[in-house]
């Protein structure tokens, strides 16, 4: 299985603040790579696909970048919706899996 | 607007087998070449893959639950299944269906359903 590291666990950042999370893959799965954010009781919800692809109706504060196996989220301001837990994921190959995800928290 | 929407039983003994539906509404399972997952996520950790399934009938389980796992589809009910038998604590979680995209296997999820509480305990 691909394993999916992201970092922090935990980030505590201010309204306005520039915001980087990262997800390292365990092999190489090319663009194949997807960020959710999830709020507390609900279903997570796509905002990147494809390591840098917006999905529609996203903000453009968001944006996604590859090195490598290496993946960047990152809120360019964050603002008060974006309290949220953020999760990679993995879509090169079986079985699809996730990285532990990453809570944005206010300061 | 495509919406999923997960039903079946909240509460699941040990042992006995867990069966979920996703209904898909505003659209049809059998359109556009998407696949159909199912995942789910343990109270306060993170979120597991359980497996998917086309229109065609074509499925595709992740190995850790392949032998517990069945997912099947009703196209006439424009729905799709999950079973997951031999059940234990360790199967307490939200349980989502979700869209997956085109490619195989799907790179991402776009369209989720809301998520339903399963509790396994006698």
């Known amino acids: 299985d691909i394993q999916m590291t992201q970092s922090p666990s935990s980030v505590s950042a201010s309204v306005g603040d520039r915001v980087t999370i990262t997800c390292r893959a365990s092999?190489?799965?090319?663009?194949?790579l997807a960020w959710y954010q999830q709020k507390p009781g609900k279903a997570p919800k796509l905002l990147i696909y494809?390591?840098?692809s917006l999905q529609s109706g996203v903000p453009s504060r968001f944006s996604g970048s590859r090195s490598g196996t290496d993946f960047s989220l990152t809120i360019s301001s964050l603002q008060p919706e974006d309290f949220a837990t953020y999760y990679c994921?993995?879509?090169?190959?079986?079985?699809?899996?996730f990285g532990g995800g990453t809570k944005v928290e206010i300061k | 607007q495509l919406q999923l929407q997960e039903s079946g039983s909240g509460l699941v003994k040990p042992s006995q087998t867990l069966s979920l539906t996703c209904a898909v509404s505003g659209g049809s399972i059998s359109s556009g070449g998407y696949s159909w997952s199912w995942i789910r996520q343990p109270p306060g950790k993170g979120l597991e893959w359980i497996g998917y399934?086309?229109?065609?009938?074509?499925?595709y389980y992740n190995p850790s639950l392949k032998s517990r796992v069945t997912i099947s589809v009703d196209r006439s009910k424009n729905q799709f299944s999950l079973k997951l038998s031999s059940v234990t604590a360790a199967d307490t979680a939200v349980y989502y269906c979700?869209?997956?995209?085109?490619?195989?296997?799907?790179?991402?999820?776009?369209?989720w359903g809301q998520g339903t509480m399963v509790t396994v305990s006698s």
């Open positions: 994921q993995q879509g090169n190959s079986f079985p699809l899996t």
């Open positions: 494809a390591a840098s």
């Open positions: 092999q190489d799965i090319s663009t194949w």
């Open positions: 979700a869209r997956g995209t085109v490619k195989r296997p799907p790179d991402a999820f776009d369209i």
């Open positions: 399934i086309y229109h065609s009938g074509s499925t």
